[in-house]
C-alpha cells in the first residue's frame, strides 16, 4: 500500500501560495475584462483617438521611426487602433511627455476637454487588477515587483500553475522549512523579473510573474533532490495516489506544461519564457547555495521524514486490521513494514504472530522464512520461542541459506535454551554437513548446553552422534 503524503505535516506556505494566487485571480483579475472594456470604450467615445494617435504617429516619425509609425498608421486604418493605443502607452518617452503637456498642449484647442477625458480615461484604466499589479518592464514599482508573482493569464495558466506549485511545492517546503520556502518563492519571483527589467523595457505589455516563481520552485526541487526516488502526489479524474519516482521526472511535467501552455491552451499569447528562465535559475542558485552550506542533508532528511510517516500510518493500518480480525490483509500489511524495517526484530516476531492467526500457509512460511533469516545475523537478539515457531512453519518448506546462517540460528536457539528446536535444526544440519562446516560446532553447543541444563541423557545421545559423524572434529 503505497503512503498518502503527511497532513500532519501539511505545506502551509505552498498551501497559502496557491489559495494566494487562486483568491487573486477569482477576486482580484475576475472583473478585469469588463473594466477594461469600459475604460476602452469610453477612451473611444470621448474622442481621445482622434487626438492621441494621430500625435503618437507623428512623434514617432520626429524621432526617424519611420518603420514602425507606418505599421501603425496601416494597422489604424485596418480598424486595429488598439495596437496603436497600447503600444503608445508603452511608450515610456512619449507618455511622459504626453503627461507633461509637451505633445498637446495648453495652447491648443480643445486642450481642456482633452485633459479632463485623459484623466477620466487613466482613473478607468487603473481599475484594471491586473495592469495595476502586473509588472510594467520600462516602469517598475515595489508593489509591481510584489503583486506580479501572485497574477494568471486565464484560468487554465493559474490550473497549470497550481498544479506543478503542488507537486513540487510540497516537498521543497519540507526540506527548507516554511519560512525558507516563502523565502525560495518570492526572491525567485524578483530572479523572474530580471531579464524584463534588464531587456524588456520597451517590450509592450504587461510582465505576469507566477510562473517565473514556481520555475524558481521547481529548479530548487531539482537541485535539492536530482535523481533520489521521491514519493509523487498524483490525480487523475478519479484516480489518486501516490508513486516513487526519480525528482528529474519532475522536469517533462514541467516542460510538457509550458509547451501545452505555448501550443495548446494560449498559442497566441504573449508568454515570457524570459521570466521562466530567469526564476529557474535564481531558484536553482539559491537551492544549489542552500544544499552547499547543509553540506545536501536535506534531501535526505525529507526522505526519512517521509519514510517514518509512511511506516507509521502502515503499522495503525495493520492494528487496524487485526482488531478487525482480518488476520491475512494484516499479514502483507506486515510484510511491508518488515521490508522497510528488516531489523526490527519486534516486527518479525508480531508479523509471524498475525502470520500464524491468518492460517495461509504461504504467509505463514513467508513470515517464518524472514524471522529466521534476520536470527541468522551476528549480533541478533531474537526471541527463541518465536524461532522455534518459525522453525515448525517453516519446517515444510525451509529458506534457503548457508551452513553458517543455519548454525547461527542454532546457536540462538541453545543461549534461549529452546532445546528441543535447537536439537531439530542440529539434525537437519547434520544431514546436510557431510564436511562438517557447521554441525560440530552446533553439536558441541548442544552438548554443553544440555550439560548446564541438567539434562545428562541427552548430552550424552548428542555427543555419541558427534563421535559418530565427525570424529575428527570432536572437541569434547
Not at 495652447?107 to 485633459?115: N, P
Not at 487603473?126 to 515587483?145: I, M, Q
Not at 528446536?421 to 557431510?434: G, W
Not at 548442544?446 to 563421535?467: D, H, I, S, Y
Amino acid at each position: 500500500m503505497p503512503p498518502r503524503p503527511d497532513w500532519s505535516r501539511p505545506p502551509v506556505v505552498t498551501l497559502a501560495l496557491m489559495l494566494a494566487c487562486i483568491l487573486i485571480f477569482v477576486f482580484g483579475q475576475g472583473g478585469d475584462d469588463e473594466r477594461e472594456a469600459a475604460a476602452i470604450k469610453y477612451y473611444g467615445s470621448a474622442g481621445l483617438p482622434d487626438t492621441e494617435l494621430p500625435a503618437y504617429l507623428a512623434d514617432l516619425r520626429s524621432r526617424g521611426r519611420d518603420v514602425q509609425a507606418h505599421k501603425l498608421e496601416t494597422a489604424l486604418k485596418g480598424g486595429e487602433g488598439r495596437l496603436v493605443l497600447e503600444t503608445m502607452e508603452f511608450d515610456r518617452a512619449f507618455m511622459q511627455r504626453l503627461h507633461a503637456d509637451q505633445v498637446i498642449k495648453p495652447s491648443d484647442q480643445g486642450y481642456e476637454a482633452w485633459r479632463d477625458a485623459r484623466q477620466r480615461y487613466e482613473a478607468l484604466r487603473g481599475k484594471v487588477f491586473t495592469e495595476r499589479w502586473s509588472l510594467k518592464p520600462g516602469e517598475p514599482r515595489a508593489g509591481s515587483l510584489l503583486g506580479h508573482m501572485f497574477l494568471h493569464g486565464d484560468i487554465m495558466h493559474l490550473a497549470g500553475n497550481m498544479v506543478v506549485l503542488f507537486i513540487v511545492g510540497y516537498t521543497v517546503e519540507a526540506a527548507l522549512g516554511a519560512w525558507g520556502f516563502l523565502a525560495l518563492y518570492l526572491v525567485g519571483g524578483l530572479g523572474a523579473a530580471v531579464p524584463d527589467l534588464l531587456f524588456a523595457g520597451d517590450r509592450v505589455g504587461y510582465s505576469l510573474g507566477a510562473s517565473g516563481a514556481i520555475s524558481a520552485v521547481m529548479a530548487a526541487y531539482l537541485v535539492l533532490f536530482g535523481l533520489r526516488k521521491i514519493r509523487f502526489f498524483y490525480w487523475l479524474i478519479f484516480v489518486f495516489g501516490t508513486v516513487s519516482w526519480p525528482a528529474l521526472a519532475i522536469l517533462p511535467v514541467w516542460i510538457g506544461n509550458e509547451l501545452l501552455q505555448r501550443f495548446v491552451l494560449d498559442p497566441h499569447g504573449q508568454v515570457n519564457y524570459l521570466a521562466h528562465f530567469g526564476g529557474f535559475v535564481s531558484g536553482a542558485l539559491l537551492a544549489g547555495l542552500y544544499r552547499w552550506r547543509k553540506a545536501g542533508g536535506t534531501a535526505q532528511s525529507v526522505e526519512r521524514m517521509d519514510a517514518d510517516a509512511a511506516t507509521a500510518q502502515l503499522r495503525a493500518r495493520a492494528v487496524e486490521l487485526v482488531s478487525g480480525l482480518q488476520f491475512e490483509r494484516a499479514a502483507q500489511c506486515y510484510r511491508q513494514l518488515v521490508v522497510r524495517l528488516p531489523d526490527d526484530e519486534g516486527l518479525l516476531a508480531e508479523h509471524l504472530r498475525v502470520a500464524g492467526l491468518a492460517r495461509d500457509a504461504g504467509l505463514q512460511r513467508e513470515a517464518a522464512a524472514l524471522v529466521l533469516k534476520s536470527a541468522s545475523r551476528l549480533a541478533t537478539t531474537m526471541d527463541g520461542a518465536v524461532l522455534a515457531q518459525a522453525l515448525t512453519l517453516a519446517e515444510a518448506a525451509p529458506p534457503r541459506m548457508s551452513l553458517g546462517a543455519w548454525s547461527r540460528v542454532a546457536m540462538r536457539l541453545l543461549a534461549c535454551e529452546e532445546f528441543d528446536a535447537a536439537e531439530a535444526l542440529a539434525l537437519r544440519l547434520v544431514s546436510r554437513d557431510a564436511a562438517g562446516e557447521a554441525a560440530p560446532k552446533v553439536l558441541n553447543g548442544l552438548v554443553r548446553a544440555l550439560q548446564e541444563a541438567g539434562q545428562p541423557e541427552r548430552a550424552e545421545r548428542a555427543r555419541r552422534l558427534l563421535k559418530q559423524r565427525y570424529p575428527q572434529l570432536v572437541t569434547l
